[in-house]
């Protein structure tokens, strides 16, 4: 069918009518006036008062309601009715606007002009609304009459969500109905059930029924349209085709409900719903979570927040349609794929958009869609504007997702780390404190080690005077300064007879004295122990004092050698002992000298270190 509304309307004000109410069945409402006179269809003149006088009903306070007339090509065209108490007539406007606030409006404006026999003013404020042009959809109408008077009002955008308390029809259901109930009948018009409403009050009982279509934007329902149904229409109520029909409560009591079947009755006067049907619950559940929050989510729902949570949730249902849309070659033109639009969905929304494919309000919704696109038109709506909003915050969740996925994952690393080292810590730091621990006592042993060396090198750098007697001098008169062999060399050179200086040096013991034993060249002379060029002591400042460590060292081995290598020898021996006496007379040897010198060098032979210097 398509779009329920006319796209451009010539006028603002199609007929304006006063219609007497019956008296009793012998006698039924009529049309006493109208404007203008040539309106002449004569199926919507039939109908009108019908409408206007649906049942008998009393009121203390003026009543508005609206009821629509379906033409021959399902384009509606909109009633505004006005009762006021005790009147014998009402007030009715037909335009193709649905602009309930703006014609409620102009209904009071001129039935105050009637009541105050202002018949001119009134004709010629009906004249000027009629001649005038279609006002822009949310803008402000002017219609100037009689002596510089004018009616103003303010016309709404029906291309806009409805807003409360703006829309008197949605303020009035939502007063009325809680959102549970508001959702059950939105789930029931979604599966195009057989709805009935009910009211004592004519205005709510058509506010409700309007506001029922008016969210479920962007589609329009397709079926049985009553806001209001009159007496003689109630066999519509056994029809088994859906509708959504609005009935005066007493009216309603004289219909057979079991001839009605299944059908959603909605009490808007006590907010009760009886429903068959679970359709609620065959609904995706997140569309409903949301549907729910968004309803409850604020205390002071002004503005389109009721308007606009129905219509999120449609975006949820049907906002990828675009996604199915395929370009057919051979007449270049935009198809849908009824296919594709259930496969893209998730497991869970596919039963519901496999029966919603078969629902007139969608094939509506995209038949409107697809000719916009084909002719070239601008399918920028509310509905699109939310489609962007929605993928926008899908993008961002998808985004917000990942950055808590990222930030779980780091503080789960963070804990498993904290955990390794919690475990791990309590090893460590004994290997640490062991380690530290061994490392001091081998510095402290290090230390006392070479405090010990350096002792026994001082003892030996110093000259020994005892009992007349000096320490062996250097050979040849050469300088301690100036070795014949590197300290660090092992090469000994050619093997030599040497020849020792003997000398009184018993009082020293073999741990404490041992002396150097120097190679000496065969050719050079020996050089008088009293000589002066012979008491010179090697200056602290030129000691080697690796290479003298070493020869300390190796002086033990050798002494430990002597004594160990020849059997019958005591440590402590006198003149046997590794410390000799040394003879100062030039060209004689003692024999136990020369036979200790060459036990020693056997020794080094044997037990060889690891340097050996030449002095």
């Not at 001119?120 to 404020?125: H, L, P, V």
């Not at 962007?218 to 009159?230: E, G, T």
């Not at 919690?422 to 290090?446: F, I, L, M, R």
């Not at 122990?529 to 010179?536: E, K, V, Y």
Request: charged share 25%.
């Amino acid at each position: 069918m398509g779009s329920r509304l006319r796209e451009n309307p010539k006028r603002l004000l199609e007929c304006w009518c006063e219609v007497v109410g019956p008296k009793g069945r012998e006698r039924p409402a009529w049309i006493i006036q109208k404007f203008p006179n040539s309106y002449d269809i004569e199926e919507v003149l039939k109908s009108v008062p019908q409408f206007a006088f649906p049942c008998s009903f009393e009121s203390s306070n003026v009543q508005h309601f609206s009821f629509v007339l379906t033409s021959l090509d399902s384009k509606w065209t909109y009633g505004f009715c006005r009762h006021a108490p005790g009147a014998e007539t009402a007030l009715v406007l037909l335009s193709h606007l649905p602009w309930h606030e703006t014609f409620y409006k102009l209904l009071n404006h001129l039935s105050e002009m009637m009541s105050s026999d202002r018949t001119s003013d009134m004709a010629s404020c009906l004249q000027n609304i009629y001649k005038s042009p279609v006002p822009h959809p949310g803008s402000e109408i002017t219609v100037p009459y009689g002596d510089s008077k004018f009616f103003v009002a303010q016309c709404p955008n029906h291309l806009k969500l409805p807003t409360i308390p703006e829309n008197r029809n949605l303020s009035e259901y939502y007063n009325a109905v809680d959102t549970n109930n508001m959702i059950i009948i939105f789930a029931s018009m979604l599966y195009e059930r057989r709805i009935i409403m009910m009211s004592k009050r004519l205005s709510r009982l058509s506010a409700c029924v309007q506001a029922a279509n008016s969210v479920i934007y962007p589609m329009q329902w397709q079926h049985i349209f009553i806001p209001v149904l009159p007496q003689h229409l109630l066999d519509y109520l056994l029809a088994p085709m859906p509708f959504l029909i609005g009935v005066n409560t007493l009216l309603l009591a004289k219909v057979q409900m079991d001839d009605v079947g299944e059908a959603v009755i909605l009490d808007a006067d006590n907010n009760t719903v009886k429903t068959p049907f679970n359709d609620v619950d065959t609904l995706p559940d997140e569309v409903v979570i949301n549907l729910k929050r968004n309803l409850k989510s604020s205390n002071n729902m002004l503005g389109d927040s009721v308007a606009r949570a129905f219509l999120r949730a449609l975006v949820q249902l049907i906002g990828n349609y675009k996604e199915a849309l395929q370009f057919r070659e051979e007449d270049s033109r935009i198809t849908f794929n009824r296919e594709k639009f259930v496969a893209i969905r998730p497991p869970n929304f596919q039963p519901f958009v496999e029966k919603m494919l078969e629902l007139q309000i969608f094939q509506q919704f995209i038949e409107e869609r697809l000719e916009r696109l084909n002719s070239g038109k601008q399918t920028s709506d509310e509905f699109e504007l939310e489609v962007s909003v929605y993928c926008e915050k899908s993008s961002s969740k998808v985004k917000q997702q990942y950055k808590q996925f990222v930030t779980n994952v780091r503080k789960e690393g963070g804990a498993i780390v904290k955990t390794m080292k919690n475990k791990t810590n309590p090893a460590v730091k004994s290997a640490v404190k062991s380690v530290t621990k061994g490392s001091k006592q081998v510095k402290e042993k290090s230390r006392q080690t070479y405090k010990d060396l350096r002792g026994k090198i001082k003892d030996f750098q110093q000259p020994r005077v005892e009992d007349g007697t000096l320490p062996p001098t250097w050979i040849n008169g050469e300088s301690p300064q100036k070795p014949r062999s590197a300290p660090s060399s092992p090469v000994l050179g050619v093997k030599r007879r040497p020849r020792t200086v003997g000398g009184n040096m018993a009082g020293y013991s073999a741990k404490a004295t041992a002396p150097k034993y120097e190679l000496i060249d065969t050719d050079s002379g020996l050089m008088s122990p009293g000589s002066t060029d012979s008491l010179s002591t090697p200056s602290p400042q030129s000691i080697d004092l690796i290479g003298e460590m070493e020869e300390i060292i190796r002086a033990k081995l050798g002494q430990e050698s002597e004594v160990d290598g020849e059997p019958g020898h005591s440590s402590t021996g006198g003149s046997n002992s590794a410390t000799s006496s040394v003879h100062n007379s030039p060209g004689s040897e003692s024999a136990s000298g020369s036979t200790s010198t060459v036990t020693m060098l056997q020794s080094l032979k044997d037990h060889p270190p690891s340097l050996m210097a030449s002095k």
